[in-house]
């Protein structure tokens, strides 16, 4: 069996050293919030070119808390893509966000610059007072034109690094461009822990001194909160641990999934599905190899006959899930690309536990089926 994620076979190759930073936490007696999560976020930051990294419970707490942080005001407008998943908009909902959907390139599947300057000067744009670029698949979003523009117009940016660890612009990382960013630890992310987990990065001192009373009651001096009194959304001393192990490892097996991608694009070139777009001056970190064909379903079962796990993932556009449909746009074009996009992208396994075998057999399996009439 070829898997999308196999977050075992991820870690086998540093279990000596999870196994070891496990022990060093029991053995420490401190389990929440203490040295190693202290490290951490110090490590973190640095390896990202940020000042400051506040850790979370999770990614989707993350965001959540990043627009609390920024100043966002029950009732303001937020930008978001429709085609991500739905702990986006679960966040923006949690921070007293009314989401505003926004169209995306159809070359990167990312939020559009120019549908999102053509929304801001529309009737849908008056109320909006912050964009969360998410970053999907590991492919960075167009933060030079975003920032722009959201400078521009005076909105706050939060991006939603989920799914985008090491992937940079030039020189800058995703996760730098922004007010703050919201990064994701669970199992299958390209900075794995061995549960939930999350941080927020920033370069203002003052949006990282509200996130660390935010995670922990409000609390600015202990037992005395403040603001709003925030929530317990604390990331754990073992989470910590693990993830300073495979922090060490993570420019390797970026490279290794960018190796594998190439391997992808040169075996399925011209075969007459939509690929991946190639770098254009950023550096992509394939957290999915996410390929686009009408006959999307007939490819996924064609390939799990054959051993081959691929993934649909976010099958439905949020603004068509019953949860958030409140919230779609009234234009039924306005979010076109979207809707393409969810109805044809499948995830091909790739991932660092992945030989150059392992790809080929799987775009093998890709090429006979269109050999077979699949489009």
Known sequence: MIANADPKANLSPYADEVRAAIDRVLASGRYILGPEVEAFEREFAAWLGATACITVANGTDAVELALRAVGLRGGEGVVLPANTVSATIAAVLAAG??????????????????????????PRGAGVRAVVPVHLYGHPCAMVELATIAEAHGLLVVEDCAQAHGAAIGPRKAGTWGHAAAFSFYPTKN??????????????????????????????????????GGRNSRLDEIQAAVLRVRLRHLDAENLRRRQLAALYAAELADCGIVLPPQPNGETPVFHQYAVRTPGREQLRLWLEERGIVAQALYPVPLHRQP?????APSEAASLAECERCCAAVLSLPVHPALSEGDIRHVAAAVREWVAAGGR
Not at 197 to 216: K, M, N, S
Not at 323 to 327: D, L, R, S, T, Y
């Open 191 to 228: 900075l794995a822990a061995l549960g939930d987990g999350g941080a927020v990065v920033t370069g203002d001192p003052a949006i990282a001194e509200r996130l660390r009373a935010l995670r922990q009651y409000g609390w600015r001096e202990r037992y005395v909160s403040s603001g709003d």
């Open 323 to 327: 949860a958030f449909a409140q919230w």
């Open 97 to 122: 966000g009314v989401p505003v959907f926004c169209d995306v390139d159809p070359a990167t599947m990312n939020l559009s610059a120019a549908k999102l300057r053509e929304l801001l000067y529309s």
